[in-house]
């Protein structure tokens, strides 16, 4: 069965440093997002990717935030300069026009 | 703007003791309602996706109803594996993507 791959599944990083969160999204999918979830609370939407760029970004998805597809089939996520507050779960999404999101299982930040 | 919202946001349930979720949403252009389940640390795991009003999917003992405003995620004599969030998600076309938006959960714990 095709699926989302994350790496890494944890990720432990200083205040201040770049972190770059990888996807490996369904072969055949057209729409690629990124969620976060804070631990406890709800998914939150970050960033819409399509035709190799942005569709649509929230209010999370600031300056320090960027996405890219390099090579047409890793889809990145890069966090220039952490927070504390960005620690969370990262989940990657993709979807063609006919089928559910499907989800990764996450990349867990820890900001310190 | 699209909104999902989902209640209860919390459901204790007795082993056996059948009830419903709901998911009730404001948006336009919708291309399908998804029920996700998700573990604690784990990504969404998709469950059912509804396409129009009326459509009603089955899985074990959950049962999943759609109408033009609302879902309801039903669970028959659930078990104590059945504990974990809910989540409601819904897709609509924007501008030529897909727009996926989730609902907070609902978090429900089925005691022995």
Known sequence: EPEVTQTPSHQVTQMGQEVILRCVPISNHLYFYWYRQILG???EF???????????????????????RPDGSN???????TKLED???YFCASLT???????????RLTVV | EDQ?????EALRLQEGESSSLNCSYTVSGLRGLFWYR???GKGPEFLFTLYSAGEEKEKERL????TKKESFLHITAPKPEDSATYLCAVQAHRGGYQKVTFGTGTKLQVIP
Not at chain 1, 75 to 81: D, W
């Open chain 2, 38 to 40: 998700q573990d604690p």
């Open chain 1, 75 to 81: 889809f990145t996520l890069k966090i220039r300069s």
């Open chain 1, 87 to 89: 620690s969370a779960m």
């Open chain 1, 41 to 43: 609370q709800k998914v």
């Open chain 1, 97 to 107: 026009v006919n089928t559910e999101a499907f989800f990764g299982q996450g990349t």
């Open chain 1, 46 to 68: 970050l960033v819409s990717f399509y035709n190799n760029e942005i569709s649509e970004k929230s209010e999370i998805f600031d300056d320090q935030f960027s996405v890219e």
């Open chain 2, 63 to 66: 049962k999943a109803t759609l």
């Open chain 2, 4 to 8: 999902v919202t989902q209640s209860p």
